[in-house]
């Protein structure tokens, strides 16, 4: 009987241990993470790429199903390092695309500037939030030189780009606000996710983190 008692005993501290495993599991997938970033010049100028998997927690899903839209904020940069002073901008983008969930059509649909799409399924809508991009940016808007980007990524001097994304809660509904400042779950951002950039004589990609 006292060796039954501590095999069962066991078999719990086993069941609560994979328990606990698998909810850290599914946390860890939650959120905002960044799988490709992508520097790169094209005939129209100089691009930054990226793409995020957004994985958006239960509670916020929810919300999203009953009618509560969100304001997805992604900024996308290029800085140039300086010795003497702080680093400066080279390209900067900040754009917000908008989810939500439409009842009548059973669609969840997205909206970014002037475009906007629908989607049968979450994942599918998602999946396409998740890619963003910045405008091509001509040199010459830059500089009376014409090539002055091009001068500057093809000198000594070190430039990194930058990609980012996370839900604006400040455009939540005011009772959803004050949800968002003491749930976690609430809190989706990746984080700024860094990369040199040299000179760009065709694309350049980061490494997946």
């Not at 800085?79 to 695309?97: K, M």
């Not at 909206?111 to 940016?137: E, I, K, M």
């Not at 093809?154 to 400040?170: G, P, V």
């Not at 951002?189 to 004589?201: D, I, M, N, Q, T």
């Amino acid at each position: 009987m006292r060796c039954c008692k501590k095999t069962l005993n066991l078999l719990c501290k086993l069941a609560l241990l994979l328990g606990f495993c698998a909810c850290a599991s599914v946390a860890n997938a939650e959120g905002i993470t960044v799988t490709k970033a992508e520097t790169h010049l094209g005939d129209d100028g100089y691009e930054i790429l990226a793409d995020f998997k957004i994985t958006l927690p239960a509670s916020v899903a929810e919300a999203l199903k009953r009618g509560v839209t969100l304001n997805f904020v992604s900024e996308l940069a290029i800085t140039r390092s300086r010795w003497y002073w702080l680093d400066t901008d080279v390209v900067q983008n900040e754009q917000t695309t908008k989810l939500w969930y439409n009842a009548l059509t059973r669609q969840y649909r997205i909206s970014r500037g002037t475009l906007f799409q629908g989607f049968s399924n979450l994942d599918s809508a998602l999946r396409v939030l998740g890619h963003q991009s910045a405008p091509p940016v001509p040199a010459t808007a830059l500089n009376d030189g014409g090539g002055y980007v091009a001068r500057l990524l093809k000198s000594e001097t070190r430039y990194t780009a930058f990609a980012q994304m996370r839900l604006d809660t400040s455009q939540l509904p005011k009772p959803l606000q004050v949800n968002a400042l003491t749930n976690s779950e609430w809190n989706l951002e990746s984080g700024r996710y860094s990369w040199p950039v040299s000179a760009l004589a065709g694309s350049e990609e980061a490494n997946k983190p």
